[in-house]
């Protein structure tokens, strides 16, 4: 079962999100391994835009990974049913959601990425009881000043008291990452297994700023402030 979004504009191919990026995909099969492709993979979006890439629209899911396109329509897939492994696939009572976006430019707008943040990881309130508080007056310890990077992970790190903040870059451009910590700092680039690389970077007054190429994926280690 799939939901159809036929589009009133040419679309010679679909951008669909995947693991810290997006990659482009052909709507009008040219081969073979084209034609074979009735659904292929994305995370929270996919978009069809015009070759000009002056507008566009978005699907924005809020959880089916699945989607194909074909001419001028997306159809993203609802259910599937298989029998195997699972017997039960899928049976049963099925809820999903999705926002249409509509917007200027490509798949690069930031109302894209916005739409798809806040279906998938919608604000949450949380009643507490009455308290006086304790500590002093709590800040934002980290913030991300504008551009095209996001927040991949933030965690302890695995060894030693510092903080791990994983950084992506989400438009396939070389950009500057800049970011707003709670005082100067000087912040060593690891690996992924947070291993020290020997890089590091100092920022000027409480800003730190990284360079970061097209889809980079930059893993920082950050000493707490006591």
């Known amino acids: 079962m799939k939901a159809a979004f036929p589009l009133a504009f040419d679309l010679d191919s679909t951008h669909a999100e995947i693991p810290y990026a997006v990659i482009g995909r052909t709507t009008r099969p040219r081969t073979r391994q084209d034609s074979a492709r009735f659904e292929t993979p994305m995370q929270r979006f996919v978009d069809g835009s015009t070759t000009a890439g002056d507008y566009g629209v978005a699907i924005v899911n809020g959880g089916k990974y699945g989607y194909s396109a074909s001419g001028d329509t997306i159809f993203v897939t609802l259910l599937r049913s298989p ?8 049976m049963g009572t099925q809820l999903f959601k999705y926002s249409i976006v509509p917007h200027a430019g490509d798949w690069r707008s930031p109302s894209v990425l916005d739409a798809a943040r806040a279906i998938n990881e919608p604000l949450r309130a949380v009643a507490v ?22 927040l991949g992970a933030l965690k302890r790190a695995e060894d030693g008291d510092a903080w791990i903040v994983r950084l992506v870059e ?32 100092t920022s000027r007054g409480s800003v730190l700023s990284i360079p970061m190429g097209p889809w980079e994926i930059e893993t920082l280690l950050i000493p707490k402030h006591r």
């Open 83 to 90: 029998k195997s492994p699972d017997a039960h696939a899928d």
């Open 129 to 150: 009881d009455a308290h006086a508080g304790k500590g002093r007056e709590t800040a934002s310890p980290l913030t991300i000043i504008g551009g095209t990077v996001t």
């Open 170 to 201: 989400t438009s396939g451009r070389a950009t500057t990452a800049k970011l707003r910590l709670d005082g100067r700092v000087t912040a060593q680039e690891t690996d992924l297994l947070e291993r020290p690389t020997g890089v590091t970077f």
